[in-house]
């Protein structure tokens, strides 16, 4: 049977040959890819659309370019300038509401890998979010922290893809922690009941306990909607 | 303050203010961007960058170019040419627990919202999926059908954050589920076993029960890992 002809733009050949050599382990972390002209001559494309391609996958963030030396495949990839997710959902005007919702579905499990998996120093680390947490007042700063203590527990699941998908969202959850808190701590004298709910979590966490840290990480997240929605005006609300 | 000059490069720079106009909603889906010459212009860069930064858009699936019409914002995105997740998930070599465990996490919760808000179109299409499941004997058909199932119950879940996470990592979720039922299958009859899960997280689904959907799911995704597990060594499974 005839194969159907999907692809018929040349970058997309050249992305799509990158991809398989890196699913099948020809390029590896780290790799040097063939030069541009090698690959225009094994491709049989111009030189132009080789280019094009392989600024695509810098932008995208998989690759890196080594001045005078070539680009070579990224070894870590925290960091992504470009977040399609984070764009794609903006586009679509997705609500607050999902995004809470995800991270409930997300974290309220990952917290209880991350109490059984975490190693002595990362629960350091964690220790040491939650005291700068108490002890600073800038609430820019905070927000920053908040984030910073949520994204370790993921990083101590060892699930890396959880982590991965964290950082693709990056953008939408500073957007969110940052409106989330201002609104909360609005409403009322909330330091001190955020302060607590993050350090149960801790807690949990250190004491190794699964459960315990499911359930902490749950109340802190029912409180962050509920008063998120109290916020909002009965029209809002639907 | 000075803010820490980030961007040097001026793709970066162009790709940046593209997703700022996103943000702030001046550019919406179906919208045409401003032309390479007016972008370039207004940008104050070359029309090479210009050219780059928009087919670094359109790889990742922002974008379309339509032929002597010029560059649109998509309207849909559930195709994606390129998944940078998948590709980063390769290159640190993810284990398969890996991509069953985000599974568990994500599916064991959206089965549940999507037991309250499905649709009735959308239970008649989930239940010819489950008949086509039942006919075809075709084991490559089966697992395109068995995908599409789970990406039916996601879309009813009507989170679209999360919908879009099993879109990114689409070819990673073909491999496993192909890899998966491939095993799961050569250990037995199980073809009858795989058939009657699927049919209770319907059911579940169906009877509008989110507890029932979520122990449905629960149940088939433990029964896929343990039959994974099983079929490896000892060492394999350390």
Redesign the interface.
């Given at each position: 049977m005839f194969k159907p002809v999907k692809n018929t733009k040349v970058?997309?050949h050249i992305?799509?040959q990158i991809?398989n050599m890196?699913?099948d382990g020809t390029l590896?972390?780290g790799d040097k890819l063939p030069s541009e002209r090698d690959l225009a001559e094994s491709l049989k494309v111009s030189r132009a659309s080789v280019?094009?391609?392989l600024?695509?996958l810098e932008?995208?963030?998989?690759t890196e370019v080594r001045q005078g030396e070539g680009n070579f495949?990224k070894t870590s990839?925290d960091n992504?300038?470009?977040e399609?997710?984070s764009?794609?959902?903006?586009?679509?005007k997705?609500k607050a509401e999902?995004?809470l919702?995800?991270r409930?579905?997300?974290e309220i499990?990952?917290v209880a890998?991350a109490a059984a998996r975490i190693t002595e120093e990362e629960l350091k680390e964690l220790e040491e979010l939650l005291l700068q947490l108490k002890e600073t007042e800038d609430e820019g700063i905070n927000a920053f922290l908040d984030k910073k203590f949520h994204y370790k527990i993921a990083q101590a699941s060892k699930?890396?893809?959880?982590v991965?998908?964290l950082n693709?969202?990056s953008s939408l959850m500073d957007t969110f922690i940052k409106e989330a808190r201002g609104k909360i701590l609005n409403c009322g004298d909330n330091t001190e009941v955020l302060m607590q709910q993050h350090e149960e979590i801790y807690l949990s966490i250190k004491n190794k306990n699964p459960k315990a840290a499911s359930l902490a990480m749950s109340k802190h997240l029912q409180f962050v909607y509920d008063t998120l929605m109290k916020e909002k005006t009965p029209i809002e609300r639907l």
């Open positions: 970058y997309e992305i799509e991809q890196i699913a590896k972390q280019r094009e391609a600024r695509a932008i995208i963030g998989i495949i990839f992504c300038l470009f399609p997710l764009v794609v959902f903006m586009l679509n997705g999902d995004i919702e995800l409930s579905i997300l499990e990952t890998l699930n890396f893809l959880i991965n998908i693709v969202i």
